[in-house]
Each structure stands twice: as C-alpha cells, then as structure tokens.
C-alpha cells in the first residue's frame, strides 16, 4: 500500500486535492482500493452532509476514517466485523491520510496564496497554483507539484513514494 500524507493551512484544498486523487483512481483503475482518514481534531465534522469532506470522500468511491479527539467514525461501502476493522487497510492500494502530522508518513503540503514554513520538518513535497511562484519555493530544495494536475501529483506519490507493509 502506497501511504501519503497531505498538510496545510486550513481551506488550502487538501480535500479537493484528495478528492480528485480519488476520483481519478475510481474511474482510471477501478481495481485499486482506496482509503482515506481525515483528522478532525475538533471534533466539527459533519457526516454525510452533502458538500461536507466526510460525504465528498465517501462518494468519491473510497471507503473513510474521521478521527477526533472524542470519537472515531468509520465509513466503508461494505459491512465490517471488529476483526476486519484491525486489519482493513493492509490489503490497500492507497492510503490518503488528511492531518495527523504525528503519523510518520511521506507528506504533501498543499498551499495556496502563501507557503508557511512551519510544515517544513514534515514534507516531502509541496503542491501549489499559480497563487505562489515557484521561483519562491526553490530555496527549500522539495519536489514542486502543480495543486491543479492530480495526474502529476499521482505520478509523483507512484514514482516517490514505497509500498509499506
């Protein structure tokens, strides 16, 4: 299973960059299994309300994890025993992991307008628009992906990211 994580300030699009991410494998390779958390550390999120990054994972055709600090909700497209639930995500092909800078994983941070620097310990790479230069990144020395070709920034996680156990 390829695991990545993404990072970045709040409405930067690390939901819409998961998103389409999962999309793309949904209708490209159908055969893949695809699974998301989503760290919610206010315990704010909102299930399956429409337009809400719970929903959009979910009908993204990938099954979910929302992780709080008081509860933690799972949401597969099939029933689930406890035994099943242990070990679910081994027999994965993709992990996308939104937050939880405390898991040891490769990460994107995904920016837009500003870079904020307090994600450098913890990246691997950074996904931006056209809000940012490029030529203001190059100091850091980490891949630059483009936020608005999720093909690339697959590419980038097939080619750069290994398969963990």
């Known amino acids: 299973m390829r695991a ?21 494998l949904r209708e490209n390779a159908p055969y893949k299994r695809i699974a998301i958390i989503k760290h919610d550390p206010k315990d704010k999120a909102q299930l399956d309300t ?3 990054d719970s929903a959009r994972f979910f009908e993204s055709g990938a099954d979910v994890v929302i992780l709080g600090n008081t509860q933690t909700t799972l949401r597969f497209h ?32 995904v920016a837009r307008d500003f870079f904020d620097t307090r994600f450098l310990p913890f990246i691997q790479a950074i996904a931006i628009d056209s809000s940012i230069k490029k030529e203001s990144l190059a100091s850091y020395k980490l891949q630059i992906l483009d936020l608005d070709n999720p093909l690339a920034i697959l590419e980038w996680i097939n080619t750069f990211i290994k398969d963990i156990e």
């Open 78 to 109: 099939k029933a689930l025993s406890i035994e099943s639930i242990k070990t679910q995500f081994s027999s994965y092909d993709y992990l996308f992991v939104e937050g939880l800078k405390e898991l040891p994983l490769p990460r994107i941070c």
């Open 4 to 24: 990545i994580a993404f990072t970045g300030n709040s409405n930067s699009g690390k939901t819409t960059l998961i998103e389409k991410l999962a999309l793309y």
């Open 50 to 52: 429409q337009g809400k």
